[in-house]
């Protein structure tokens, strides 16, 4: 996984280093801008003029029904992870799905800050999510974050991720992070590349966990075997 950066420093990306607000308000459906920079940020993300957005699995969940956690110990969703984000994720329509956590103390960089890292890692959650509603078994190829806003401790973080494209073995995605609500300003913004593959990838990965527990044969037995990161 990579992470860019805005200039200036991103939150959390050091203890003293803050980015500084951004007074104009975005309006609700602002398109995740591009990256141009001599390493490619930005275009690896974005979907190929050949890539289409297709409609979601027939099996698919719903809009508005719950997507639950493919791991009880998941730092991202797992219920049982005591500093983990808790993160409640709910289909939307099409290809779209939304998430909440509340950043707490477990969560800061700075004092009173969410850590850059950290938010990532709640991007890289909801990003991945969008599978389960394709349900191809997939792994994060790149993630791209961009901090738009100091994310304070006892904050209540809204996302909105959405599939833009899909190309052979290829998933497209972006999000943003909202404070406070759904309409609240926009704190982050993230772009993901997913790589589908075979659920045996996880079986050979996987490993027996502190509880012995084989996560890998967990991968492909729960309820949602086509998760990210099993």
């Known amino acids: 996984m990579s992470r860019v950066g805005q200039p200036g420093g ?3 990306s ?3 280093t803050q980015p500084a607000e951004v007074p104009a308000e975005e309006p609700a459906q602002e398109a995740v801008p591009e990256h141009a920079s001599a390493a490619g940020h930005g275009r690896v993300t974005s979907p190929p003029p050949d ?3 297709p409609a979601p699995h027939p099996e698919a969940p719903a809009p508005g029904a719950r997507i639950g956690s493919h791991y009880s110990r998941c730092f991202g969703c797992g219920d049982d992870h005591r500093t983990g984000l808790h993160m409640r994720v709910v289909a939307g329509e099409g290809l779209t799905i939304h998430a909440d956590f509340t950043v707490t103390g477990d969560h800061q960089g700075a004092p009173g800050l969410a850590h850059g890292g950290l ?3 709640a991007f890289d959650e909801a990003l991945g999510s969008l599978v ?3 349900r191809r078994p997939a792994v994060t190829g790149r993630l791209e974050t961009d901090f738009v806003r100091p994310v304070p401790v006892g904050s209540q973080l809204y996302i909105t991720a959405e599939c833009v ?3 052979g073995r290829k998933i497209y995605t972006r999000a943003l992070g909202r404070l406070g ?8 913004r993230a772009r993901g590349l997913f790589v589908e593959v075979d659920i045996a990838h996880f079986r050979s990965h996987g490993r027996v966990d502190a509880g012995g527990q084989d996560t890998g044969a967990r991968a492909a037995t729960t309820a949602r075997q086509f998760e990210v990161n099993p």
């Open 132 to 134: 389960w509603l394709l």
């Open 165 to 167: 494209g899909v190309s």
């Open 51 to 53: 890539a289409v957005v």
């Open 119 to 121: 938010l990532s890692c």
């Open 14 to 16: 050091s203890h003293v």
């Open 181 to 188: 609500a759904r309409d609240g300003p926009v704190a982050v």
């Open 10 to 12: 991103a939150v959390g």
